[in-house]
């Protein structure tokens, strides 16, 4: 069981940069693949990025060149550095853990993104 906090959210304009941030619980943090998703009104859930236990990264197609994903095990915390930012960004950004990769049981609650134009 891992427990997930997202923190970073927030209001930027179009252009800007924010770094978001999912700490998670426990000691076996190193042994979890880490994503992000996130879902904007009227629309579903969306993956974003994803990094496994290794380190290796992919990225939605929509972000790619533009976010980047990262981790640090000894903070037990995966970042989305998030540059470039449109409006078509906006949405509620999720945190993701899971044994194995694609496969994502535990979330975290979300930290909302909003993009001004």
């Known amino acids: 069981q891992v427990q997930l906090v997202e923190s970073g959210g927030g209001l930027v304009q179009a252009g800007g940069s924010l770094r978001l941030s999912c700490a998670a619980s426990g000691r076996t943090f190193s042994s979890y693949a880490m994503a992000w998703f996130r879902q904007a009104p009227g629309k579903e859930r969306e993956f974003v990025a994803a990094i496994s236990q290794i380190g290796g990264s992919t990225y939605a197609d929509s972000v790619k060149g533009r976010f980047t994903i990262s981790r640090d095990n000894a903070k037990n915390t995966v970042y989305l550095q998030m540059d470039s930012l449109k409006p078509e960004d906006t949405a509620v950004y999720y945190c993701?853990?899971?044994?194995?990769?694609?496969?994502?049981?535990?979330w975290g609650q979300g930290t909302q993104v909003t993009v001004s134009s």
């Open positions: 993701a853990a899971g044994v194995v990769l694609g496969v994502w049981p535990y």
